[in-house]
């Protein structure tokens, strides 16, 4: 009796512990022998073979084929294994095609179906068995192991499967490949489905038959359970999932049996009651035996589920592999969901409960899940009064989980507890959660949304503050008293710029809430009565806030910026709404907007927030001609708060209304334009008499403290509406200009004047530019702008040095993006708009950089004195501020270096602050340095080392005149050999696209270590630099293996006599050459050059941990003497022998030299390798091997290592 994989045969007659009466099976595939990765193992034994068991397969197999008859045609027979994972037939037929085989022979039967679970976990081996007689003839306990057989290479299980003892056969490496569950592909996905279905239709279509026969859930629970115990992955995975399947299938059954028993309880009540006089009763009887049966099925479906939960569950719930624990807790979530008499209690959900702290998400995720299912019936909440007290706490921090999706799950589950639980959340903890509505992960942001709408803001709250007015509508109450509610809670979390997220945490759940702008304008324009107003003046800001929030989440269909990442494309329902909610925002707030501007008038907090409302309108209702009499309303206010206002944030917003209606699609545009030009008109006319009030030629601005206030409102004013219109035609930049100008060249006028007209200048010129790019202008007119340009950066360079600190910073930002523009103009086709290019000077370069060293890098001290908590938040807030606007003002500088306004040479001095202010402009440090390295790779190259040759002068220039052991150890040294190692690591990992740059570095920093060598020589001293070819090795990682070659060659140039290298202080040229030739195969020869080195000590920082670089890896064999036992026979490749193939693509840019290397340079720079003659033992090998590698060039290619200029 025999069952196989894929009808594998010509099986070992593997013997053990007197095993007798093997199995083996009738034929195999590939003829008789096992696959396995391609390769076949045959195996060859003895076959003894039962006459019995003979029969029984033959009968098995003929009908069988007699089944796969259709048309006259004999079909292939499959394998249950393969008709369950194609999936192409119901499984309810197929469970019932094995049901009608195990009835005629279930010894076969089930061997099938034990096959048919070894076939699922992947392996490729087959499964014999042998009756087990008793326990005399063998010893069981040792069969239940797992062997190797070392000739066959194959892995032995045998494990009891009652009335069998199994022999399951597979390849040793079964471990390392995928299996079923596991395996990628379309096809294979399906088949965990098909696999559970499979399992749970055998029970379902067992329960009338065989299920209760004590031979087939025995055998099946035995060989889940062997096959759950061994140390294969994919044996236990798998069997794992069928057995707990399997158990839950069980648990349906007993749910459906425990139906049928009480129904058959009442029917014998009722007979019962219905035959008390009578003796016997046949119908009593049969109930009876009824009842027993069904006493007896609910025993025996208990002890299998008890053996599955005992030998499976127990296991493998803490199994090593997370999908199998999470197949344990989901399962178990179920049967506490589908039985709860028999699961849900406490000794069930400690499994739960512990595998809450599981590590992997995966694991947590499930049980939160289950957990959901529980929850969410009230039926079953009363049974989870101890796990809740227990657990709630766990629950509670697991909103703060590093996977999302655990987080997410979590605050669902704490909904789902609030909702149902009374008091399992204190006020405490909903607090906590309430906070997660102002979260960047949208998912997270929405639970915690539903929580506080349906738990805080959807509640019964007295109406004390609206029963009290017959003026209010009583229908705005319930609305209102939500309203008030989420207004109070956004003012307690103190997060007033995050009105938006709070927004779109509720915009699922409170829709109709935040929609209903009818009734939050109602509440803004709710008169006083009694002295006793609705909304305090806070509550009324906030609301206003959150009515700009909830319009721009309507109008524009997606989430706030960092949430959400990108904008997700609306459904054609979703553009629906949004149309509708346009169309209702402008048709209510065109009316209402006026009013409310009218109220607000002299709040410039609220007026900002209002006035962005009209962004949002729908155009093409704007221009419709009912609403032209709303928009001259709409205007009039806007007039008025121009001329009460003078706050910037006001002021742009104005302009921004009249942009909008300007717009030439409005039918109102002609309307508005012309109210526009009577504001601009009266604005420029009042400054002017103003000026001529308090102007004079000679002395300037003679005005009291009222009249420079007046003249500073009204250049911010005109400043606000000359960024958004043109208004060249009013001459403002010679008004400005004068101004400016006599700041510089007379006396100083107050900052707050300077400031606008600074601004106002710049807008002036930047329109004129505009005009002149889009349309044809005169040569006059150009030489004119050009003028104008030249003087106002001359204007720009001199407030560089202001005593005003804003005022400079203005200038600054103001120059670097006028620079950005005027500096590419030449790049266009008009000849006449070419001669408006602008660069700045060498000097105005130096002043600039200056500048940023003195405004970005320089820190500020602090005073260090006992503060209160308010004024630590005020100056925290204060420093962040700071932060923001050094980080706008190197980001403008270097977006000069970017573009190649100044010269790329200026950023090394950038370079110089990466380490030190890393954390708060790193970002900008590193993005720089990426874009010089994409538009230039030399001259960025160039600027890196430039950099770390500064900082090391500065180091050497700081050193007294000591050893140069000790100049390597100092502190400031390493930080400079960091900061070189950080710049290699920008390189990253592709080699080829960064060895120009790599090539670059190493030929700038030679020269610069060796400079002065010659007189150092003849002096018998050390070159200065000598020491900086230690920071240059960082760099040497980078480095192609061919161009390590080059770049020793290059050094070697620099080398003077040998016998000098043997001294101590050499050590650093050692170190440089060590990390050049540490890996290459002519490392021994080279080593051999130098006889022995002496130890090179180097002090770490502690701030930095690193791995073992070169240098100490030199140390280390120098210290053992190892370098001076190899052979002198390997040497360095002559420059004869150098393949040069003419297709390898070259190093350097433009004007570069070609390194050739001769021998008489050998004679001029020696090698270090005194007497030794020069010999190539690998150079052949170098260049077989470097032939397989497409990625990189020859080994021994004549290539362009570096460019000189």
Not at 1132 to 1141: A, K
Request: aromatic content about 8%; proline content about 3%; overall charge negative.
């Amino acid at each position: 009796m025999i069952a196989e994989l894929n009808s594998v045969a010509n099986l070992p007659n593997h013997k053990e512990n007197g095993i007798h009466d093997e199995i083996v099976p009738e034929s195999t595939a590939q003829n008789g022998s096992c696959l396995r990765n391609g390769k076949i193992k045959t195996f060859r034994g003895k076959r003894k073979i039962r006459k019995q068991c003979e029969n029984r397969r033959r009968g098995s197999s003929s009908s069988r084929r007699s089944n796969q008859l259709q048309n006259g045609e004999v079909v292939e027979a499959v394998t249950l294994f393969e008709v369950v994972s194609m999936g192409r037939r119901a499984m309810q037929s197929v469970v019932d095609d094995w049901v009608e085989a195990y009835k005629k022979d279930r010894d076969v039967a089930l061997l099938d179906l034990n096959n048919f679970f070894i076939q699922c976990s992947g392996c490729q081996g087959v499964v014999t068995a042998e009756m087990f007689q008793s326990s005399q003839n063998c010893d069981v306990m040792q069969k239940m192991t797992e062997t190797f057989d070392e000739e066959t290479g194959l892995q032995y299980k045998k494990f009891m499967a009652y009335p069998w003892i199994l022999t399951v056969t597979w390849p040793v490496d079964m471990d390392n490949e995928d299996y079923p569950l596991i395996k990628p592909g379309s096809s294979w996905k399906k088949f965990k489905a098909h696999f559970c279905e499979f399992t749970a239709v055998l029970v379902q279509q067992c329960q009338c038959s065989i299920l209760y026969d004590g031979y087939l859930m025995d055998t099946v629970i035995s060989l889940l359970t062997g096959l759950a115990d061994s140390m294969i992955r994919a044996f236990r995975h798998t069997s794992t999932l069928a057995a707990m399947k399997l158990l839950t299938a069980l648990v349906n059954l007993n749910l459906s049996l425990d139906v049928s028993k009480c129904n058959l309880e009442r029917l014998y009540e009722v007979e019962k009651s219905r035959t008390m006089g009578k003796r016997t009763n046949s119908r009593l009887d049969q109930l009876e035996r009824k009842r027993r049966e069904y006493k007896q099925k609910h025993l025996e479906i208990e002890n299998m589920m008890n053996a599955i939960f005992k030998g499976t569950f127990l296991q493998r719930y803490r199994d090593v592999i997370p999908e199998i624990r999470a197949i344990c807790i989901e399962e178990m979530g179920n049967w506490m969901k589908i039985y709860p008499d028999a699961f849900l209690n406490d000794s069930y959900l400690k499994y739960i409960g512990w595998m809450l702290y599981d590590k992997q998400p995966d694991v947590r995720l499930k049980c939160l899940q289950g957990l959901q299912g529980i929850y969410g019936q009230k039926e079953l909440v009363c049974k989870m009064d101890l796990f809740t007290s227990r657990f709630k706490d766990r629950i509670v921090s697991m909103t703060l989980d590093k996977d999302h999706e655990v987080a997410v799950q979590a605050m669902k589950l704490l909904m789902l507890m609030s909702q149902n639980c009374e008091d399992a959340l204190s006020s405490e903890d909903c607090e906590t959660l309430y906070q997660f509505v102002y979260t960047t992960h949208r998912p997270l942001a929405i639970a915690a949304g539903e929580l506080l709408y349906k738990r805080l803001i959807v509640q019964e709250i007295e109406m004390e503050g609206f029963s009290k007015r017959n003026k209010f509508c009583s229908k705005w109450e319930p609305v209102a008293s939500q309203l008030k509610t989420l207004i109070i809670f956004f003012l307690e979390s103190e997060l007033h710029s995050h009105v938006t997220y709070l927004v779109d945490s509720l915009w699922d759940w409170a829709t109709s809430l935040l929609k209903d702008w009818e009734c939050m304008t109602t509440l803004l324009l709710e008169s006083a009565d009694n002295h006793e107003e609705v909304l305090s003046d806070a509550q009324k800001s906030a609301l206003i806030e959150i009515i700009l929030a909830t319009i721009r989440e309507a109008a524009e269909g997606h989430s706030p910026v960092g949430r959400g990442g990108t904008r997700k494309i609306l459904s054609a329902k979703e553009k629906k709404i949004q149309v509708e909610d346009s169309a209702k925002i402008t048709e209510h707030f065109i009316v209402v907007l006026p009013q409310l501007l009218a109220k607000y008038s002299v709040d410039a907090e609220k007026v900002t927030n209002l006035l962005q409302i009209p962004q949002y309108f729908d155009i093409e209702l704007c221009s419709t001609g009912l609403l032209d009499k709303h928009v001259d309303a709409l205007l009039r206010e806007v007039k008025t708060i121009v001329s009460k206002h003078s706050d910037a944030d006001v002021l742009e917003a104005c302009s921004r209304i009249y942009y909008i209606l300007c717009s030439e699609e409005l039918s109102v545009h002609k309307k508005v334009g012309l109210a526009r030009t009577e504001l601009v008109d009266e604005l420029v006319e009042e400054l002017k008499e103003l000026l001529d009030t308090f102007w004079d030629e000679g002395e300037g601005l003679y005005a009291e403290e009222e009249g420079i206030h007046h003249i500073c409102s009204m250049l911010r004013r005109i400043t606000a509406f000359h960024n958004a219109h043109d208004l060249t035609r009013w001459n403002l930049y010679d008004m400005m200009s004068k101004l400016l100008g006599f700041e510089v060249e007379h006396s100083p006028l107050p900052v707050q004047i300077l400031l606008p007209a600074l601004q106002c200048a710049y807008f002036a010129l930047f329109w004129q530019l505009t005009s002149v790019a889009e349309n044809t202008s005169s040569k006059e007119s150009i030489f004119v702008l050009r003028t104008h340009l030249r003087h106002y950066c001359h204007l720009c360079t001199c407030y560089l040095s202001h005593h005003n600190r804003e005022l400079r910073e203005k200038a600054f930002m103001i120059l670097c993006d006028l620079l950005m523009i005027v500096s590419h103009q030449g790049s266009s086709a008009d000849g006449a708009i070419g001669l408006l290019e602008y660069l700045p000077s060498l000097s105005l370069q130096s002043k600039m950089l200056l500048f940023i060293q003195d405004h970005v890098f320089t820190e500020e001290e602090e005073e260090t004195k006992d503060l209160t908590e308010e004024e630590e938040r005020k100056k925290e807030g204060q420093k962040l501020d700071a932060l923001h606007l050094k980080r706008c003002l190197l980001a403008a500088y270097c977006k000069l270096i970017i573009y190649n306004v100044v010269e790329m040479s200026a950023a090394a001095e950038i370079y110089k602050h990466y380490m030190k202010a890393y954390n708060d402009f790193g970002d900008i440090i590193k993005e720089t340095l990426s874009r010089t390295r994409h538009n230039d790779k030399i001259q960025s190259a160039k600027a890196l080392i430039l950099c770390l040759q500064q900082l090391f002068q500065k180091h050497v220039e700081s050193q007294d005149d000591s050893s140069s052991s000790m100049d390597a150890a100092s502190a400031s040294f390493n930080n400079i050999k960091e900061l070189a190692r950080r710049f290699s690591l920008t390189f990253g990992w592709d080699q080829v696209k960064s060895r120009e740059s790599v090539a670059m570095i190493h030929k700038e920093g030679i020269e610069f270590a060796f400079q002065g060598a010659a007189a150092a020589v003849e002096g018998k001293c050390l070159p200065p630099n000598l020491n900086f070819l230690i920071i240059l090795s960082e760099f040497s990682n980078k480095l192609l293996k061919p161009d390590k070659r080059l770049v020793y060659n290059y050094l070697l140039r620099y080398i003077p006599e040998p016998a000098l290298c043997k001294e101590d202080s050499w050590y650093s040229l050692g170190w440089y050459r060590t990390s050049l030739l540490a890996s290459e195969d002519e490392e021994s020869s080279a080593i051999s050059s130098l006889n022995e080195w002496p130890p090179v000590i180097i002090a770490r920082t502690p701030s930095f941990k690193r791995k073992l670089s070169e240098g100490e890896r030199y140390h280390s064999l120098s210290a053992s003497g190892s370098w001076s036992k190899t052979s002198h026979t390997e040497t360095i490749n002559r420059p004869s022998d150098i393949h040069r193939p003419s297709h390898l693509p070259s190093l350097a840019l433009r004007g570069r030299k070609r390194l050739k290397f001769h021998d008489s340079h050998h004679q001029e720079y020696p090698p270090l390798l005194g007497s030794a003659r020069l010999k190539t033992k690998h150079s052949i090998q170098a260049v077989v091997k470097i032939e397989n590698t497409a990625e990189v060039p020859a080994e021994d290619a004549d290539v362009d290592v570096v460019g000189t200029d």
